[in-house]
């Protein structure tokens, strides 16, 4: 089975703040992403990565950064936390950028962030 | 721009009746389908799939329908458990195959 872990599963931060949530994959999967979940708002793409040291945006970057030294571990840091980052935070992986190999994405049990 | 779109944020059905959730796109590049279930306090599990040269594809209680010409799928759950409580999201390959966009998710609740 494919596990995707995630550092904590709740978290209460200051504004201001530095803040790392991590996200580790045992199944070699090229691809990591950062998800946050807000009600009424779904699965919003924050960034990605295909390979070890490459990151690229996706929707919602601003506020955040990442960060990919190996292939198994992806970081997402958010450099001084704000309230309006309070949010639940999900890590996915996958294996292929190729469609006929399937495109799922299996998620981790997310990380539920509070910026008080 | 909503690509992919889920019109309902929630549905109530009875328990042993069926469940239609619906998901509309506008993309009509996509060609590949999927549905993931998420429990609170979870992530998301993948839950079933279709590609574009099929219009229908059945795992147990979960069928998916896909109406191309309407740009619609649906999700089918016959009967319908307590424990299929959750939200429901669709979702498809975005700009490169590997991202995926997903509706805001319709959250279902079957009533014993």
């Known amino acids: 089975d494919v596990k995707v872990t995630q550092s904590s599963r709740y978290l209460v931060k200051r504004t201001g703040e530095k803040v790392f949530l991590e996200c580790v994959q045992d199944?070699?999967?090229?691809?990591m992403f950062w998800y946050r979940q807000d009600p009424g708002l779904g699965l919003r793409l924050i960034y990605f990565?295909?390979?070890?040291?490459?990151?690229e945006k996706g929707d919602i970057p601003e506020g955040y950064s990442v960060s990919r030294e190996k292939k198994e571990r992806f970081s997402l840091i958010l450099e001084s936390a704000s309230t309006n980052q309070t949010s639940m935070y999900l890590c996915?992986?996958?294996?292929?950028?190729?469609?006929?190999?399937?495109?799922?994405?299996?998620f981790g049990p997310g990380t539920r962030l509070t910026v008080l | 721009d909503q690509q992919v779109k889920q019109n309902s944020p929630s549905l109530s059905v009875q328990e042993g009746r069926i469940s239609i959730l619906n998901c509309d796109y506008t993309?009509?590049?996509?060609?590949?389908f999927l549905w993931y279930k998420k429990y609170p306090a979870e992530g998301p599990t993948f839950l079933i799939s279709?590609?574009?040269?099929?219009d229908k594809n059945e795992d147990g209680r979960f069928t998916v329908f896909l109406n191309k010409s309407a740009k619609h799928l649906s999700l089918h759950i016959v009967p319908s458990q307590p424990g299929d409580s959750a939200v429901y999201f669709c979702?498809?390959?975005?700009?490169?195959?590997?991202?995926?966009?997903f509706g805001k998710g319709t959250k279902l609740s079957v009533i014993p």
């Open positions: 199944m070699d999967h090229e691809n």
């Open positions: 990565s295909y390979d070890v040291k490459m990151k």
């Open positions: 996915a992986s996958s294996f292929s950028q190729f469609l006929w190999e399937g495109p799922e994405q299996f």
């Open positions: 993309n009509s590049m996509f060609d590949y």
């Open positions: 979702a498809a390959p975005g700009a490169g195959s590997y991202q995926l966009t």
């Open positions: 279709i590609s574009s040269i099929k």
